[in-house]
Structure formats: C-alpha cells, structure tokens
C-alpha cells in the first residue's frame, strides 16, 4: 500500500514526466488481481495523513469501477479483471465505507456505487437497497443525504430507458422496498425542519434532503402513476403544497445574484413533480390542479430577475405551459384578464434584458451564446416564455395574438421616441413577435407560422434597418437579435433576400462585439444549409460573388489573438468551404495557410475541442474539394501539411493525432494510382507500428483507417519492406479486444483485398486461429456479424475450397460446423444490408456453386444456405444491388469525445467485388451452372423447400425467368 500512496502522490505532481509514468504504473497495475480492493483499502483508511492521496485514490477505484466492472462492456474493459470474490467484498463494504469517509471522498463512492449498481442492480446485488433505506434512520442529516443522492444517481435511469418488461420489474422491485420509507422519510425531514427552524447547520442537509427526495420520486412516477403514490396523493401533495411557500432567511441570502439558495432548489424540483403529473393528465391529481396553479402563480410573480432564480422561474412557466396547451384546463385561463396577466406579469418581465444579460453579452459573450443560441440543460427565461406564448396560441390563438401585438406596438413606440435610451424596449418587442409568430419550429428552421402576423412586413420594417446600420457601437443587443431573426426565418426567405442579406451578414463579422459577429457567422451557416424543397437555396453560384469578402470577414476573426476559438465562426468556415465546391481552387493556399497558422495556435493549448474538430474539417473539404478531381494536387497539400502535422506528432497533442491521422488516410487515398506511397509516407510507416501508440483508444481508428489507405496504395512496398508481419501483429492486437474488433476487422478486409495471395496464404491459417479462439471466448453479436462479413469476403475472393482447406486443416469438419452453427444463423437473428448484403451473396454463392463443392455431402446444410441467401435476396432493407452506404449530407457534424471522426475526410466505402455489379444474376447464374453439372441434386430440394418456405421458393423462380434461364 506504501507503494500505491507513492504512485498516487506522484500523479499530483507538476512534473508532466513524473505525472505521466504514474499514470502509465497505474494503468499496468489496474490489471493485477487484487488492486481494486488494495485501493480501496487505501480510501478507506484514515491513517494516510494527505488527504489528497486518499482523493486520488477515490478517483482512481471509481474509475477502475467505470472501466471494469460491466464484464460485457461492448467496448472491453482496457484488460481489467475483478475477481467474484472481490467483487462481493467491495459490494458488502462500499456503502459502509461512503458513509464514513470525508465529504470529497464520498462523492467518488456515491458514483462507484452507482456504476456498480448500472451493472449488477438489483439482480446481483440485492442487499443494496435495503443497506440503503437502513440508513435513511442515521441521526446524522449528513449521511441520510448522501444516501439519497447516491439513490437518487441509481433511479435516474428509470427516467430515460425505454419501456421494457424488465425495466417495469425493476422499478416494482424499488417500489415494494422504497415507496414506504421514502413517504415516511420525507414527512419526518419535514417534521425536523420546522424544528430546527433557528438552527442553519441542522437545516441544510435536511433541505437538501428534502430535494433529493424529490427527484427520486420524479424517477419514481416517471414511467407511470404507481398505486402507493395514487394512493398517498394528498399526503405527498399537502407536504409539496408547504414548501412552495416556505421561507426561512437562515437559507437564503439577500445579497447573492447568481447560485440558487437550498430553498430554489427545493421549489424547483417540486414544481417540476407537479409538470411531470400535469403532463400525463393524471386523474388522481386534477382535484390538486386548481391550487397548485395558484401557488406555482404566486411564487413565479414573486421571483427577482437575479440569474439565482432562473431554473425556478423556467421550471413555473414550463409548467404553467403544459397547462395552458391543453384544452381540458381551458376553463383555468380563458378569461381575458388572465391572459392579459400572463403577458405582462410572467411573458414580458422574462423577455426583457436585464443587467446581468448585458454583462454577460460584453464581458462573457460565450455564455451568453451557449444560453440564447444553443439552450442548455436549463432552458433561459426567454425561452420559456416564448414557449408559453406558443401555448397560448394554440388554445388561445385571436386573443394572444392581439394582447401581443398592442405590446408590440407600444414598445416599438417607445423605442422610436428614445432611440439611444430605450433600445431594450426594441429587443423585447421582437423576442415577443418571435413568441406569437412561430408555429412550428426544429433544427431546419421555421415550418409554420401564425398567419395573424406578417412576417416579412416586421422584417421589412423593424430588422432590416438594423441591420443596414452597421456602426457595431450602436444597440449592439438589438443588432444580435436581429440576426437572430433572420437566421430563426431562413426557410421564410427567397434566394433574393438571401443575396440581399448576405453582404448586410458579412459586414458584420467585422463587429467588435463577439456576440454580433458569431451570430452573424452562425446566420451564414444555416443560410448555407438552408433547402427549398431538394436543393439548397444559396448553393455555390449564390455565393460565389461573395467568397473574398466572406473569408476575409471570418479569418479576421480567427486571427485576432485577443478572442477566444469561435466555434461558431470555424463551423461557418467549414460550411463555406464546402458549399463554394470548385469556386474553392482561386483560394485554396491563402484558405489552407490561415487554417495551419490557426493549428499552429491551438496545437500550443487546445481548449475548445469543438473549434479543433471543425478546423480540421475544413481542412478535410479543402483536401476533398480539390485532390478528388485533380488527385495531381495532392503532392502540392502534402507539402503545406506535413510540417503542422509533423509538429502535432513530434509534441505528441492527443487531441489532435486522430485528426492527423485521418487527413493523412485521405490524402494517401486521392494520390495519383501510379505515385506509390513517395518518401514521407514511406518513413511515416514503420512508427505506425509501433505498440504505445496503439494504446490510446482514441488513435485507434484514425490509425486503422490510415493503414487501410497504405494497404490500398502501396501493398507491394509494404510487402518489399518486410512490414506486413508488423501489420498483422497489429490487427492480432486490435481483434483480441471488443473495443477495437470493428477496426480489426476492416484492417483485415484491406489486407485480404490488397495484399497478394501469394503472401497472404501462408498467413491464413494462424488469421482463422485468431479469429476462432476469439470466437470461442468472446462471442457477442457484433463479433459474429463481422466474422461472417469476413467469411463471406475471404470466400468470394478464394473460393469455397480454399477456404475449407484452412478451417479443416485447424479442426476436421469445423467448415462445416462454422457453416451451420455461425454463419448462417446470424443470417437470420442479425440480416446484412446494402455492401455487406452483395458480399454475402457472392461469398454464399461460393459455398453453394463451386465446383469442387465442399457442401455436396451435406445436403441440409446446403439447403439452409440456399435459404440464407434467398432471405437476403428477397429482403426489402437489404439494398443487395451493392449501393454504397452513402451518408446523409445533413449528418450532425462535430466532436466526439470517444472518437470524432472527420466527416469531409470519410473513406469512400471500398466494395471488394467492384467488378461484379448484379449479384442476384451472378447467383442465379451460378446456380444453374451448378445444377448442370450436379443433375437431380437441386430439383428434390427447391420441391421441398417450397412447402416449407413457399414464397422464398417462388421468388426464386421468379429470378430464374428474369435471368431467362430454367433449372
């Protein structure tokens, strides 16, 4: 243990050398039997006198929990081995061991215990629970709410997991357990907080508590209304009913603006209960209906503008909303007073800009992006109120609509008369029509809208002139929301409003303010995306005229030192790339300088991973754009790239290698057919080989896509070499794991595709003995899928009898079985599609038409593959014709933090058998060549096949007279 203390000591140190050896002992050590509960023994002893250690140590078990526990993880578990023994030892003690441990220290065995309980709960660890509501009786308040939110942490999954039996069972087995204690719980907590009422150290915990509480019965009812709860609605509704008015000045503090107090919190989540019963229109709760409203009224009038009170005030609106929309509670809210109550009361004073806004638009521009453009978990005011207003609107369409518009108006007014002092009046009005005028709203754009409101007339005269007026000092918010407009109204505007407001947009890149310029920056970008029926609407010939001024505009913004990587602006550069398409060559050197000057930059700290990923997808649209048609080009971007790549190599940037990686793939696979792989490609090779760097998963399959180009373009250089033994011990390493078969196996389709058969063949037996022993240890679906792929490959390109060879030559007749226990049973619980569909039938028609044929013996098992390949062919997801997987170009494009793959820089999907371009012909026409040469071993099959399976059996008739051919 003094050992592991000094590891652990040594990850906290400032020295990077010192730091990453004590990761890499840590690695190694995670994998010996027994470390687990070494370490946890370290956590739990309060001897070790740093407290960090203990923390690190905390860290460390419950990562070892993350990565080891889950034995059938689709990705592995990095070589971890927790022994049965170990594995109950730390369930019987960890819950013990978070209630004794230091605050920090607990959070880490809170989440331990809930990684462990995403696995094992309840099947394999049923004493959890009752340890659990046992200590919901400790006298200490800290303790009990730790508890709580280590339960809490395990029930949210019943909130997002799809319906299913055993989730139902699941949930009734917290139930029988939970439901009780937690009702009792909560009441004493209750009880308990009126009596500590002068005391703040006994009253937090038991608030907290108290919330906790109330989001485990949120996971609780979230699936359905349980009878325990409708049977104690009104207790639990007369304790929600108290904490709505509850004040206590000990909990809160006049003077914060920003952090939520305990009593927030706790409102919040009971408002949020009452959203959740509104919503499922629960009979048991509509007598409660009429005087919750009330409450959840009165207290969303009370609240301050103090950023504080935001997730309770988006919380009330939301849940005033789901009211309003509904015609059942019409009655509540129909009266025009009412209506006119929420405008100005509630919709108006959450639209407003207030003084935190402003500062945050100037001081912090990225949050304030985060929180108007993109939303985050909690929805901002504006938001929510503009979504109440398009509740209003669909139960009280003529009535909103005119109550907004005289708003409209009036705030408009008041803007006119005081232009420089009264600017917010202006934003408010147009966030208001935003409010009543969208109907319909997604991802794409506005699809419907009120048709009480002109929207173009509002453009015309409220958005347009602020835009025209591009000095960036004046009303710089106002200037913001309106590009906001018109980037939220794209789909209502014609290309020639498009040209008309793109160099207004341009313009105000040069904004000063962040926020103007990004928004700007974003409007250009949906523009760009934006469709008319099939095509876009400001394609390439639209933009062209404005592609200097437009890059000019964006790089000046990526070249200022003084602001931080704009996403935004990256993704609009990224965009304007690929919509320009050829009209890209004029610029493509002065666009690919800017773009490694900025790699340059960021190489040294990269902080925005998603600014990374679209730098380097802009610079895979340029590789793509130019060297696809003139593949000559291609010599000239390596010469441009290789020196900023080399650098993130040599620095070793994590971040970026996968990046690098995946360009060097493309460029290699755009180079002429007749360049070879040239000297820098050749040098770069032997390192790709090299272990270490296939440890980090993230290298993985930029690295495997990046071979796989090598295999494609200079197969016999690598063969010359003497590298190929390398390439094979690299995909024996990457198949003996889960998380990194799929790119053994796409590394082992090009090495069969692309290296002589001459150097494969001696190597095929120890590949099938590799493939099998993983077979036979480790067998999921996917593994099956993509063996069979593999087989179906492997035998299309050397036939049947070949293939047979090999297998039995490992085992006698395990052709056979693999035929008949593996693959052709996946064939019917896994079907292929589109590519791998065609292979199939190529590889199957081998097995079923060579001549020698290794299945003429076994006419059952021919048979059954005559079925698997009829399945195939008469399936209507199938796409057997060989169409290529072609990916949807509106893909969510950006980073992933496992693996982000570089759309631009995509591997054209290589098919094996280009050559054969109708396969059902090809099959049909081997089958009759077949049945030429084995007359009568056919006939008595298909006979019988069409009693068992008459319309795979007629359908293959049918194929017969298409092909003009008769058995």
């Known amino acids: 243990m003094d050992q592991l203390q000094t590891v652990l000591s040594q990850t906290l140190s400032h020295d990077s050398a010192i730091r990453r050896a004590a990761e890499n002992n840590l690695s190694a050590a995670q994998k010996i039997s027994g470390h687990p509960l070494t370490v946890l023994r370290l956590v739990a002893s309060s001897d070790v006198a740093n407290g960090a250690i203990r923390q690190a140590a905390a860290v460390h078990f419950k990562n070892i929990v993350k990565k080891g526990w889950d034995t059938n993880a689709e990705d592995g578990n990095e070589g971890i081995e927790i022994s049965e023994h170990d594995r109950k030892l730390i369930q019987s003690h960890l819950v013990e061991l978070m209630c004794t441990v230091p605050h920090q220290i607990q959070a880490q065995c809170s989440e331990a215990i809930s990684l462990i309980a995403a696995v094992d709960f309840p099947s394999k660890w049923d004493n959890l629970l009752p ?36 989730l139902y069972s699941d949930i009734l087995y917290v139930l029988e357990r939970l439901q009780a204690p937690l009702l009792t719980l909560f009441k004493s ?59 206590n000045p000990l909990l809160t503090d006049a003077d914060e603006e920003e952090e939520p107090s305990l009593i927030d919190g706790l409102q919040a989540a009971i408002v949020e209960n009452l959203h959740l019963y509104a919503s499922k229109d629960e009979e048991a709760f509509i007598p409660f209906l009429p005087t919750f409203t009330s409450l959840v009224w009165n207290l969303v009038l009370g609240i301050s503008s103090y950023s504080k009170h935001d997730i309770l005030a988006t919380t009330c609106i939301k849940f005033l909303s789901s009211l309003i929309e509904k015609l059942m509670h019409k009655k509540l809210f129909q009266e025009e007073g009412t209506l006119r109550q929420i405008v100005s009361k509630i919709v108006i004073p959450n639209l ?82 935003l409010g009543i005028s969208i109907k319909l709203e997604s991802s794409h754009g506005v699809s419907a809208v009120n048709e009480k409101v002109d929207v173009l007339d509002f453009f015309t005269a409220n958005i347009l002139t602020e835009l025209q007026d591009t000095n960036p000092s004046v009303r710089p918010m106002v200037k913001a929301t309106a590009i906001k407009f018109v980037s939220t109204y794209r789909n209502q505007f014609s290309k020639e409003h498009m040209t008309a407001l793109m160099p207004l947009l341009i313009a105000h890149l ?9 928004y700007s920056a974003i409007a250009i970008e949906k523009f760009l995306i934006s469709k008319e029926e099939t095509r876009y609407k400001f394609g390439c010939a639209e933009l062209k005229p404005f592609l200097e001024p437009l890059f000019t505009g964006l790089f000046a913004i990526v070249d200022n030192a003084d602001w931080n990587e704009n996403e935004y602006v990256m993704k609009c550069i990224m965009r304007s790339l690929n919509s320009a398409k050829d009209d890209i060559m004029a610029v493509t050197q002065i666009v690919l300088e800017k773009l490694n000057a900025a790699l340059v930059v960021v190489a040294k700290n990269p902080r925005n991973p998603q600014y990374n990923h679209y730098m380097f997808e802009s610079i895979a649209v340029l590789v793509k754009s130019v060297c696809r048609k003139h593949p000559e080009n291609t010599v000239a971007f390596e010469g441009l790239l290789f020196p900023p790549f080399q650098n993130v190599l040599q620095l070793d940037v994590s971040e970026f290698t996968p990046y690098v990686f995946q360009i060097l793939a493309q460029l290699l696979e755009y180079r002429p057919g007749n360049a070879g792989l040239g000297e820098a490609y050749s040098t770069l090779f032997p390192p790709l080989l ?15 896509r990046l071979l796989q180009a090598y295999l494609q373009k200079g197969s016999s250089e690598i063969v010359s070499s003497g590298q190929f033994s390398g390439l094979l011990g690299v995909f024996q390493k990457l198949v003996s794991s889960r ?34 022993v993983r077979l036979q240890h480790g067998k999921t679906p996917r593994y099956v899928r993509h063996l069979t792929s593999y087989f179906a490959q492997h035998v299309g390109k050397y036939g049947s009898q070949n293939t047979f060879e090999v297998w039995n030559e490992i085992q006698p007749n395990l052709g056979l079985m693999l035929i008949s226990q593996v693959w052709i049973p996946r064939l019917s619980t896994d079907p292929p599609t589109k590519l791998e569909a065609k292979m199939q039938i190529v590889g199957l028609t081998k097995i079923l038409c060579d001549n020698p ?6 006419k059952q098992v021919w048979a059954q593959t005559l079925v698997g390949i009829l399945k195939i062919l008469t399936s209507q997801s199938a796409n057997f014709d060989g169409s290529l997987d072609n990916t949807d170009e509106e893909v969510t494009i950006g980073y992933d933090p496992t693996y982000s793959r570089l759309y631009f820089a995509t591997r054209s999907i290589v098919d094996p058998f280009v050559e054969l371009t109708d396969a059902p ?32 059996f007629t359908a293959l008739d049918v194929m017969f007279q298409k092909v003009g051919v008769r058995l």
Not at 510 to 518: D, K, Y
Not at 853 to 858: D, H, I, K, R, S
Not at 936 to 946: H, K, M
Request: a negative charge; charged letters at 20%.
């Open 131 to 166: 340890e659990l509501v046992q200590k919901f009786s400790s006298p200490d308040p800290n303790i009990v709410s730790g508890v709580l939110l280590t339960a809490n942490s395990i029930f949210k999954r019943f909130r997002y997991q799809q319906r299913s039996d055993s």
């Open 189 to 247: 907590t209750g009880l308990a907080v009126e009596g500590y009422a002068n005391d703040a150290t006994q009253l937090r915990p038991r608030v907290t508590a108290l919330r906790t509480m109330c989001r485990i019965f949120y996971s609780l009812n979230y699936q359905d209304l349980p009878e325990y709860f409708e049977d104690h609605m009104s207790e639990w509704m007369d304790e929600f009913s108290k904490y709505l008015t509850y004040t």
């Open 352 to 433: 407003m800009i207030r003084e935190i806004d402003v500062e945050q638009f100037e001081d912090d521009p990225q949050e304030f992006i985060i929180g108007d453009i993109e939303g985050n978990d909690t929805e901002s005011r504006r938001k929510c109120s503009q979504n109440l207003l398009r509740a209003m609107c669909r139960q009280f369409d003529t009535e909103t609509t005119a109550i907004c518009s005289e708003h409209i108006t009036s705030m408009l007014s008041e803007f006119t008369a005081a232009p420089t002092s009264k600017w917010a009046a202006k934003d408010a009005a147009i966030h208001l029509f």
């Open 510 to 518: 040069a904004s000063p303010s962040v926020v103007v310029h990004t």
């Open 690 to 704: 090299t272990p270490s760097l296939w440890e980090r998963k993230g290298n993985i399959p930029a690295l495997s």
């Open 739 to 772: 998380s990194s078969e799929v790119e053994a196996f796409a590394l082992l389709g090009a090495i069969t595709q692309f290296i002589p058969a001459e150097v494969l063949k001696p190597q095929l037996k120890s590949i099938f003995q590799i493939l099998l």
């Open 853 to 858: 044929n290794p299945l003429v013996c076994e």
């Open 921 to 952: 012909s090809a099959f049909i026409g081997a089958l009759h060549q077949f049945s030429a040469a084995q007359p009568g071993f056919i006939t008595p099959i298909i006979e019988q096949g069409l009693q068992h399976n008459p319309k795979l």
